[in-house]
């Protein structure tokens, strides 16, 4: 964890002169636009290959969607995506899986298929095939890599793969997946890609196979500040993505409180506590939406893996999981954090001291909120950890 005494507000672009021109409006503002900035990053993911390769079904997995749920890509046996879709994120639509049509059907031809789909908008393409990559894929990927886009190939279905393979009385899980990637590098190698990424994904098992391994490449590969934008939409598919959202969360929680001391600077009874809420229903919510905490998230794991909601429910100790995050609500749970309650008094106090006053309460707002925010996000952060073990834990 950070040390509060070393975090200093004037980090934050164009603080530092508002507050030496006394200007606590004008540095909140600047706040808050960081905030909102960094909280509203554009990701855009293209989900394209042939049809009937699963893109839309993996564009619902990704999204933490079931495939008949409202809001999921449409699925069938036949070809479902007849145009280029955007499909925002449920709980953060500032990331958007657009599903794309098959590549080399009649609407959309091969040569012209990148510039037909508008690929400027895109941070990288994922092309996947379900059986195996073809022509049309291999001269997709080329035209890609010739715009300067990033590209990678997923093998979707890998479990109806595995499923034929336990037939047989030899069956060995890790060389049968061996032997599939290999098959698509060597296949992929002799159509003129130099060097392939192939990841074998189960749409309907993520948890499994290469899909954690395809975040930490996508997570390599992107700019740095898109990658915490892509990281909060991640399912929880291990303990270690979980525990990567924490620290993702934690390097946040100074800007949060560089802002309730701010709020602190004005000499208003009450004011400084009545930010510090309206600050906290907003991170925290933040944080319960990406560890997959809220009601709506929690319903379609129990969906997704045959875990009944009341089991996974029952782990939870958290008061601010799988609830409405209000003022009231955390207000209570604020009182419940060692010290913080007197923290807030005295804030309260000092600052209708003369001269001193108003540093120290900004110091004590500052410290009341970092400290707030930290345990709650770590017990949060654990109680995801409970959550996956009960649902997906082997």
Known sequence: MEDPDDLHMEDIPGVKEALQNNDTAAAAA????????????????????ESGSGKSTFVNAFRGLCDDEEGAAPTGVTETTSEVTAYPHPNYPNVKLWDLPGIGTTKFPAKKYLKLVGFEKFDFFIIISAT????????????????????YFVHSKIDNDINA?????????EETLKVIRDDCVHRLRGLGIESPQVFLVS??????????????????????????????????INPEIIR?????????????????????????????????LALLVGAVTHYVHAFGLDIPSLKRLSDR??????????????????????KELLQKVMTQVGRTASLIVAEEASRFIPFIGIPVAMGLSFTTTYKVLNVILSELAENAEKVFEKALGQ
Not at 165 to 173: A, G, H, I, Q, V
Not at 215 to 233: G, M, N, Q
């Open 30 to 49: 600047k706040i808050e636009e960081n905030l909102k900035q960094q909280n509203n990053i554009p990701v855009n993911i293209a989900i394209t290959g």
């Open 132 to 151: 195996r990559f073809t022509e049309n894929d291999v001269k997709l990927s080329q035209e890609i890599q010739r715009m300067e886009k990033k590209f």
């Open 165 to 173: 393979e336990k037939r047989k009385r030899d069956f060995n899980k």
């Open 203 to 236: 749409s309907f098992e993520l948890h499994l196979y290469d899909f954690s391994l395809l975040h930490e490449t996508l997570d390599r590969d992107l700019p740095s500040k898109k990658r915490d934008a892509l990281l909060f939409v991640m399912p929880n």
């Open 244 to 276: 990567k959202k924490k620290k993702a969360f934690q390097s946040k929680i100074k800007y949060y409180a560089t802002l309730s001391a701010v709020g602190a600077a004005v000499p208003l009874p009450g004011l400084s506590i009545a930010v510090d």
């Open 305 to 326: 893996t045959g875990v009944p909601y009341a089991d996974l429910r029952a782990v939870i100790i958290s008061q601010l999981a799988a609830v409405e995050i209000t």
